[in-house]
């Protein structure tokens, strides 16, 4: 009799999951009414983190307990509940709800911190709950359902969650005048001229008349024209520039589900891409030709995965039109390709290959006529000159004969070392991963372009820059690849875990942009007077301005910047504004101590107030053109 009680008593436990999932659901529920907590404090007004002592205070102790023992006892019944037939829930329901508890809670942690460090230090304690929670997950459990719509349609709405936030909160930037010249002011004026008379020239980037594509190969920029052409204004390149590097899911969700990933873990190699922060973070500096990047380079890829040749030239083509660096990621492609691919695949590579070094060769000559290739290899790679002068192949040979410089030009940047985190950190330096030492030709861009750069010109060094855009894409794919080859449980729980810390980390890095909105509503009615003023500005009139209001105003031939440079001194006081003789009319910012000055000097030089808004933005007009 005792017996049988005994059998019955270990039935009713294993029929609550009390033999496999008890720890996990004492966890999983413990992180749900923490969750639930600092919810609540938010609510109540109180930060959990700036204001830990007033928060502790919100809650007795022995109220928490009962919550907590209501929390188990409710989690328990459902499970109790739960039919059979439905085994997939029963097995996934403890570890998904520690999983989610858990990410809940660490996203909780670094929101709007900004603080990459934290977000290390959280995002490797969630892993600790993660990888266990996972690790009781069979991956064939939640690879059950075979439609695509199961997987495609969440990692869409995810997409469109993260456009949508991007766009938002990158906009409220340009509307609370935080853009300037470089570089949203000198796409808007190039934009502009382009669907004028398709020149794509401006005034605002070097100071006269000159076509941006003698500056940069920037080809590819009259596929977004049709776009601007309908809706001409700075927000559009804006949105294009979140949608364009957002799109690059699209391929990847395909690589991903021809490297066997499906299911939660096809999700999940999604979602690194979606949260990776060398694609998050450059779309809040304006505007940049590399932000077609991201999806030329998965759209490659997608083409060599599938064999699609008419689709890798295609894209091969398109890359090398994004500038003329681009051709560095196709020559390095092409390198690990050479070595990955055999027979008529490796013979493409190398004619591909090949084709983007003479293109290289030409297209740098082209640009050297206008001076600025040589002045821009001088800002950039200085470190690895012995003069000014020498030209990139000349650099080339000073890397062949002592490569020791090229491995200690970024060794004392701490800058070099951030960004190395910010990169492979959320990819658990699985980019690494692999015995293939040719895959490690798709990490050269990453050395040359944000280390080697970056040693000399410090925004090549930092993730918030457009030049992550390329060596973000293909770091992705790199861990992909090679976490596409490890077992199937391993493969699951490593993908799973890079995606959560990647969440984390954009949680840390990305979320404070919410700020932009706050900024923008707090401010929306001063915004809009400047914005009012500046609309009172002649369409074909010859401006100069103010840096920050220039991309406002862009939307005309000729537009110079006003920047610290055009400020003459005697002394403290500024004496005079280089530039403006020929313009009719001159946009200062009255938040700024030298352009004050300034327009006391040029009303006495001759200019009259045109429009102005008080202590923010004053509109001068030169007398002798009236």
Known sequence: MEGSRSSRNISFFKQCGFSQFLFMRLLGVYFLLSDITIFYSYARGIS???????????????????????????????????????????????PVLLIASVLVFSCTMVF?????????????????????????????????????????????????FILGFVCVTAVAIHRCFDTSTFDLGIFTQMFHSMKKNLSAVTTCERG???????????????????????????????????????????PLYLIAKKRGFSGTSLFSACAVYLFSLGLLLPSYFHFHENAFLPPLLMWLFFAVEYKKNILFYGMSFLLLMVKEDAALFLICICLYLAFEEKGKDRRRALITGGAALLYFILITAFLSGTGDSEAIAAMRMNTLMTSEDQSVFEILKNILIHPGRLLTVFSHRTESLLILLQMFFPLLFTPFLTRKTHRFFLMVPFLLFNLVFGASYIYASQITFHYAYG???????????????????????????????????AFAMVSGNIRNCEKYEKNKDRYQRIGNCLEKLPEDAAVSCDTHFLPHIADRDELYAIDSAKFGYQGDHVVKLNGVEETEFVVLNLMDGPQVQARDMLIQGGYEVYAEEEGEIVILKIKALT
């Open 208 to 250: 006269y008349l000159l076509s941006h594509l003698r500056v940069h190969s920037s080809f590819i920029l009259y596929l977004l024209m049709p776009v601007y052409a309908i809706f001409p204004s700075a927000e559009t390149l804006i949105f294009s520039q979140a949608v364009l590097v957002t799109s690059g899911v699209i």
């Open 471 to 505: 060596p973000a894409a293909l770091l992705i794919y790199m861990a992909i690849v090679n976490i596409s080859e490890l077992e199937k449980d391993r493969k699951h729980t490593l993908v799973l875990a890079c995606a959560t810390v990647s969440v984390i980390s």
């Open 112 to 160: 709007r911190s900004d603080d990459f460090s934290l977000a290390v230090f959280i995002g490797l304690f969630a892993l600790i709950f993660v990888i266990y929670g996972a690790s009781r997950i069979h991956p064939e459990t939640l690879n059950r359902q075979k439609s695509e719509v199961f997987t495609a349609v969440p990692v869409g709405i995810l997409a469109a």
């Open 48 to 94: 959990p983190f700036k204001k830990w002592t007033e928060f502790i205070g919100l809650f007795a102790l022995p109220a928490l307990i009962g919550i907590y023992v209501l929390f188990f006892a409710g989690a328990t019944l459902l499970f109790y509940l739960m039919p059979r037939k439905f085994r997939t829930f029963t097995e996934c329901f403890d």
